[in-house]
């Protein structure tokens, strides 16, 4: 039988990474936005899904786009019904899928599928209409977002240009790039998939009425799938009434992540 002594330095080993990537993550990080909206441009997709890889490959080309974390702030959100197929997608969560649902019962989308892209709270079908919708169409100005993270404390306020600052809320999210899973089972079997911009965690405060609207909450625990990220990035944005207005985001510096 190992000593104590032996088992804690074997438990050191495990956590290290983890404790790694919560002190890259839980650092500073402070960003403002202009005053234009940017497309927060949200995928729906799942590992069981067999048409979803082609899109999860789209999504990663935004990593490519000068205007990242700027113009565009994409987002892979992993939804949970395809789990029955025989493949249990590791970064599906329940709450991913309530908010693709929610989009359905306040109309900004029309059924619920996957792969599906919803941008600024709205469906979005490539194909004939392309790729990305006429962004000058799409952005009006609404106001400056200014987000703060200073250990596990988020602080945040949005100037409103809105005719009103109702139902105002902060969604804060972790993603992960890079991430690469061998595929055992279901519709995507002996599959190789490196996803980028997954949603490891998703948070959400509500704004206080002031001027400007602001915002206050605490980091929850990091979620352990951090530790296999290559890069991470955090993104914030205000939403009402299920339309993302504004957004600011960029990668987390870490050293101990190589880039790739």
């Not at 997709?45 to 899109?55: A, E, F, I, V, Y």
Request: net charge neutral.
């Amino acid at each position: 039988m190992p000593s104590k002594l032996a088992l804690l330095l074997l438990l050191s080993l495990f956590t290290q990474p983890l404790l790694v990537a919560q002190t890259q993550t839980q650092t500073q990080f402070h960003k403002r936005s202009g005053e234009l909206q940017p497309l927060v441009i949200e995928l729906f997709t799942s590992q069981g899904c067999s048409s979803c890889p082609p899109m999860d490959r789209w999504l990663s080309g935004f990593k490519r786009e000068t205007g990242l974390w700027r113009d565009y702030f994409p987002l892979a959100f992993h939804v949970t019904y395809w789990n029955y197929l025989g493949w249990r997608d590791p970064f599906s969560r329940r709450a991913f899928s309530r908010r693709q649902y929610d989009y359905l019962n306040h109309k900004g989308i029309s059924q619920v599928y996957t792969p599906q892209l919803v941008i600024n709270g709205r469906e979005w079908r490539p194909g004939g209409q392309g790729l990305l919708p006429d962004e000058a169409a799409m952005r009006p100005l609404v106001g400056k977002l200014s987000v703060t993270i200073a250990g596990q404390a988020v602080t945040a306020t949005f100037d409103s240009l809105l005719p009103s600052n109702e139902g105002l809320t902060l969604h804060l999210a972790l993603l992960g790039s890079g991430m690469a899973t061998q595929v055992g089972r279901g519709e995507n079997r002996g599959k190789y998939l490196r996803e980028d911009f997954v949603v490891l965690s998703h948070q959400h405060f509500r704004g206080i009425d002031a001027t400007p609207v602001s915002f206050l909450g605490t980091l929850g625990a990091l979620p352990g799938e951090a530790r296999e990220a290559k890069r991470l990035a955090w993104v914030a944005w205000v939403e009402q009434d299920h339309l993302p207005l504004q957004a600011v985001g960029d990668w987390l510096e870490n050293e101990s992540i190589d880039e790739y």
